[in-house]
């Protein structure tokens, strides 16, 4: 029989296991008659003292009975019969709790609030920082009491102290295998006073704008009979009056007319319009900065007639 591994599929990944305990992997294997299994590290022969080998008929075993960091890395088995072999690799992590972060300190201090800032541990444990854990401690008394955990960055703002307290902080790093056993501390106490806020002093201004015209109404076509609305924009400061007129003449209280103005916005609505309401109609914005006007042109088709002719067969 042709020599295979068959590797488990939890080894089919990283492999990883804690500072100080065991590693025991059984790889099973076929072939006959009995394959040659051969280990090694990155290359090289596995050295006696660190792992041990053990092969059977059908399986050998990779045992370290108490990991270290150092044991990490690629490992591969190959076994062979003849000219014919078969290989894996099983990538082994030995991991442990890292060191705490480096550098924190406060960097300030305002309201109810204190910032703070750190760095990255310099040991990680042979493993990736997956998050900070923040507790404060008030300096009366000494208690300490998490703020934040599984936080990602490696700065953060403190919120809620209270005024007339003294707080003290320590930050831990974390990954796989837990949180650092020591933390870094800050140095000096984060002193929360009361402040009189007072707010600056502005000078009053008259923002004046004289009126200006930000849409100008469209030409538009309608039918004798069907009401349409004539609308442009405008802005100005103070408030501009707008006054609209058809052909230089100013429209005054006409029912026919509803003239309105919502935030700018300036429509004329012209109900039931006839031929002889078409022309050109100006709207003018006024106010003490000066004045605006637009035009536009109104046109209205008269009502097209249709005759029905019938023929009728005796």
Same mark, same amino acid.
């Given at each position: 029989?042709?020599?295979?591994?068959?590797?488990?599929?939890? @080894?089919?990944?990283?492999?990883?296991?804690?500072?100080?305990?065991?590693?025991?992997?059984?790889?099973?294997?076929?072939?006959?008659?009995?394959?040659?299994?051969?280990?090694?590290?990155?290359?090289?022969? @596995?050295?006696?003292?660190?792992?041990?080998?053990?092969?059977?008929?059908?399986?050998?075993? @990779?045992?370290?009975?108490?990991?270290?960091?150092?044991?990490?890395?690629?490992?591969?088995?190959?076994?062979?019969?003849?000219? @014919?072999?078969?290989?894996?690799?099983?990538?082994?992590?030995?991991?442990?709790?890292?060191?705490?972060?480096?550098?924190?300190?406060?960097?300030?201090?305002?309201?109810?609030?204190?910032?703070?800032?750190?760095?990255?541990?310099?040991?990680?444990?042979?493993?990736?920082?997956?998050?900070?854990?923040?507790?404060?401690?008030?300096?009366?008394?000494?208690?300490?009491?998490?703020?934040?955990?599984?936080?990602?960055?490696?700065?953060?703002?403190?919120?809620?102290?209270?005024?007339?307290?003294?707080?003290?902080?320590?930050?831990?790093?974390?990954?796989?295998?837990?949180?650092?056993?020591?933390?870094?501390?800050?140095?000096?106490?984060?002193?929360?006073?009361?402040?009189?806020?007072?707010?600056?002093?502005?000078? #009053?201004?008259?923002?004046?704008?004289? &009126?200006?015209?930000?849409?100008?109404?469209?030409?538009?076509?309608?039918?004798?009979?069907?009401?349409?609305?004539?609308?442009?924009?405008?802005?100005?400061?103070?408030?501009?009056?707008?006054?609209?007129?058809?052909?230089?003449?100013?429209?005054?209280?006409?029912?026919?007319?509803?003239?309105?103005?919502?935030?700018?916005?300036?429509?004329?609505?012209?109900?039931? &319009?006839?031929?002889?309401?078409?022309?050109?109609?100006?709207?003018?914005?006024?106010?003490?900065?000066? #004045?605006?006007?637009?035009?536009?042109?109104?046109?209205?088709?008269?009502?097209?007639?249709?005759?029905?002719?019938?023929?009728?067969?005796?």
């Amino acid at each position: 029989d042709r020599p295979k591994i068959r590797l488990p599929r939890y @080894l089919r990944q990283t492999f990883v296991k804690h500072v100080g305990e065991a590693v025991n992997l059984v790889i099973p294997f076929q072939g006959k008659p009995k394959p040659q299994v051969t280990w090694t590290k990155i290359g090289q022969p @596995l050295d006696p003292k660190q792992a041990s080998v053990r092969n059977s008929e059908s399986d050998t075993i @990779l045992f370290i009975r108490k990991a270290e960091q150092k044991d990490s890395g690629s490992y591969e088995v190959t076994v062979k019969i003849d000219d @014919l072999e078969d290989k894996a690799k099983i990538e082994i992590q030995i991991a442990e709790r890292p060191g705490p972060p480096k550098g924190i300190k406060l960097a300030d201090v305002w309201g109810f609030n204190a910032a703070l800032e750190w760095t990255a541990p310099q040991d990680n444990g042979n493993a990736e920082i997956t998050g900070y854990t923040v507790q404060k401690s008030d300096k009366k008394t000494g208690e300490w009491f998490t703020v934040l955990e599984n936080y990602r960055q490696t700065n953060c703002t403190i919120s809620d102290l209270i005024i007339g307290n003294a707080y003290f902080f320590r930050v831990f790093s974390e990954n796989l295998c837990g949180r650092s056993e020591k933390a870094a501390t800050t140095k000096n106490p984060a002193v929360i006073k009361e402040n009189t806020y007072k707010p600056p002093e502005y000078k #009053e201004c008259a923002l004046l704008e004289a &009126p200006k015209f930000t849409q100008p109404p469209s030409d538009r076509t309608t039918t004798h009979g069907y009401t349409t609305k004539l609308v442009c924009s405008v802005r100005g400061s103070p408030k501009p009056k707008v006054v609209w007129m058809k052909n230089q003449m100013e429209i005054r209280e006409d029912p026919k007319y509803r003239s309105l103005v919502n935030q700018g916005v300036c429509s004329l609505e012209i109900r039931k &319009p006839s031929p002889f309401d078409g022309g050109v109609y100006t709207c003018k914005a006024i106010n003490s900065q000066g #004045e605006a006007t637009v035009d536009c042109r109104l046109n209205v088709k008269g009502k097209q007639l249709y005759t029905l002719k019938f023929c009728l067969r005796c």
